[in-house]
């Protein structure tokens, strides 16, 4: 029996920074999970990910992640979507060095 499809996010890594994106519906990529096009339709999430894997100059590795429906856009639904949007593991770089003074 074929599993159902749940709610997909397009997610990559941008070619030059490295930093975590999401396809946006306007096919633009953003660094806010907030902001990403949340897909609900297999078909349209199978067109999206090819739409972003056709931008090698901007991404790499993309893939479809689980998502749901939060109050501010998309959320993860799995730990390693939630560790990936929040930046690199060691504190002092990428989002989590933001709001940090001295550094």
Do not use: C
């Not at 998309?74 to 060691?90: A, K, M």
């Amino acid at each position: 029996m074929a599993r159902a499809f749940t709610p997909k996010v397009v997610t990559a890594n941008a070619l030059i920074e490295g930093d975590v994106i999401y396809l946006t519906d306007a096919g633009t990529w953003t660094r806010e999970l907030s902001q990403a096009a949340l897909l609900t339709d297999e078909a349209d999430a199978q067109l999206r990910l090819l739409e972003a894997e056709q931008k090698p100059g901007e991404a790499v590795g993309a893939y479809l992640a689980d998502a749901i429906a939060g109050p501010f856009g998309p959320e993860p639904t799995h730990f390693r979507e939630e560790f990936r949007r929040t930046g690199p593991s060691n504190y002092f770089h990428g989002k989590q060095a933001e709001g940090v003074s001295g550094h």
